[in-house]
């Protein structure tokens, strides 16, 4: 049973850090690109992040591009997303998802799904 287990969320203060794990179990994410993905209350899910399947390559949205960093641990089989400087507006429930052998920015590409983490910046 595949199984990508979404964790580090919580409350923190504007300019503040936090660190995203994403542990995969049932899958080996070396054959996988992974994306980091968000979803503001009453609003869709956006793209944030992703990391090729080599780890050569990444991609960001424009919005947390410079603040957000996507990386993997192969060896863990687990991905992170180290956010720094956060805002109000980066407040959402974040998912970290798995696309077999490609590294898309769209959310129908994605092969498997965490549960959310929930990341709240106050003000």
């Known amino acids: 049973q595949v199984q990508l287990v979404d964790s580090g969320g919580g409350l923190v203060q504007a300019g503040g850090s936090l660190r995203l794990s994403c542990a995969a179990s049932?899958?080996?994410?070396?054959?996988?690109?992974m994306g980091w993905f968000r979803q503001p209350s009453g609003k869709e899910r956006e793209f944030v992040a992703v990391?090729?399947?080599?780890?050569?390559?990444?991609n960001y949205a424009d919005s947390v591009k410079g603040r957000f960093t996507i990386s993997r641990d192969n060896a863990k089989n687990t991905v992170y997303l180290q956010m720094n400087s956060l805002k109000p507006e980066d407040t959402a429930v974040y998912y970290c998802a798995a696309d077999w052998g490609r590294w898309g920015t769209q959310e129908g590409q994605y092969d498997y799904w965490g549960q959310g983490t929930q990341v709240t910046v106050s003000s």
């Open positions: 049932g899958l080996t994410i070396t054959r996988y690109g």
């Open positions: 990391i090729s399947v080599s780890g050569t390559w990444t």
